[in-house]
């Protein structure tokens, strides 16, 4: 299995609007992949552009915010990119695509790391953090996964939030535990009403 970078990606439109989305990218390599699903403005934009900032951060809020329509995080310019960074990026690369594999549902961006930033320092691990991850990552796959599933999985990083979070990561789990439940009923609506 290739390396992973769980990231925060900000791109632009060709008309100027910035997209802020998680994506993870992926090591081959000297180079790395961006390989977002069709349809996704984050496809969009790096089709128009060619140009991505990846975004190293451990703010657990970003990721969560980002999957529950909490997109508007403060942004920072790059010395001679168009695309900005976000503010709270402990660090950055510029990518800049060099070729691409196409395909109908997921094509591959393969970049080369054109320019890279350092902002703050890296203060260690931390549980909490790595399950909001995993729990966005789950979110952003509500509807491909069965209820029991994500009951388990939810079960089991709360373990990790209700030992080791802060009120950052308490309040980035909130915002996607909303969303689990939001679909939860759902699903149930639609068994009842079956
Ligand atoms: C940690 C993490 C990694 C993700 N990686 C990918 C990815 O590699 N490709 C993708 O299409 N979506 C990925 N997603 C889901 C996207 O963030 C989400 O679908 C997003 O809305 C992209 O669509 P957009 O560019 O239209 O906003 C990831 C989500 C999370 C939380």
Known sequence: MPYIRETILTTRSAAGKVHIAPLGIIQDGETWVI???RPSTTLANVEETGIAVVNY????????????????????????CP????????AHDVLEVISVKGDPQRPRFACRVAASGQHRPFQGMN?????????AILVSRLKMLPPEKIEDEIAYLKIAIDKTAG?????????????????????????GGS
């Open 35 to 37: 390989a977002p699903f």
């Open 127 to 135: 549980r909490a953090k790595a399950a909001v991850l995993e729990a």
């Open 83 to 90: 695309v900005p960074r976000l503010e709270a990026a402990l």
């Open 167 to 191: 009120p950052d990561e308490e309040q980035a789990w909130y915002w996607l535990l909303e969303k689990v439940i939001a679909h939860l009923a759902e699903v149930e609506a639609e068994r």
């Open 57 to 80: 951060t451990d703010d657990a809020k970003i990721f969560a915010g980002c999957l529950t329509g909490r997109k508007d995080w403060p942004l920072a310019d790059v010395p001679d």
